[in-house]
Nanobody
Framework: QVQLVESGGGLVQPGGSLRLSCAAS????????MGWYRQAPGKQRELVAG???????NYADFVKGRFTISRDNAKNTVHLQMNSLKPEDTAVYYC????????????WGQGTQVTVSS
């Protein structure tokens, strides 16, 4: 079993930055994929960014050039640095992780709210 705990959400003005973090715990050696999804009110949950244990990354087009994902395999943590935030980035952001070779892992965090507003 894998537990994921997010931190770092909050309220920020347009153009500002936030850094999300997610810590994984449980009885496992290494997660293959860790990443972030988001869900805005009335919309489906969507992939924001993912990263493999080898450092391979996958970004949604709407965050390329603004967001950066990173991970520390030794600490089982993943981070999302979000710059140049826009009001449309407002959503609940969920940490996601798994052992399979897909960007959609089996494990989810509880979510953290990100609100971009002036």
């Amino acid at each position: 079993q894998v537990q994921l705990v997010e931190s770092g959400g909050g309220l920020v003005q347009p153009g500002g930055s936030l850094r999300l973090s997610c810590a994984a715990s449980g009885s496992f050696s290494r997660l293959n994929v860790m990443g972030w999804y988001r869900q805005a009110p009335g919309k489906q949950r969507e992939l924001v960014a993912g990263i493999t244990s080898g450092g391979g990354t996958n970004y949604a087009d709407f965050v390329k050039g603004r967001f950066t994902i990173s991970r520390d395999n030794a600490k089982n943590t993943v981070h999302l640095q979000m710059n140049s935030l826009k009001p449309e980035d407002t959503a609940v952001y969920y940490c996601n992780a798994g052992f399979s070779n897909t960007w959609y892992g089996a494990y989810w965090g509880q979510g953290t709210q990100v609100t971009v507003s002036s």
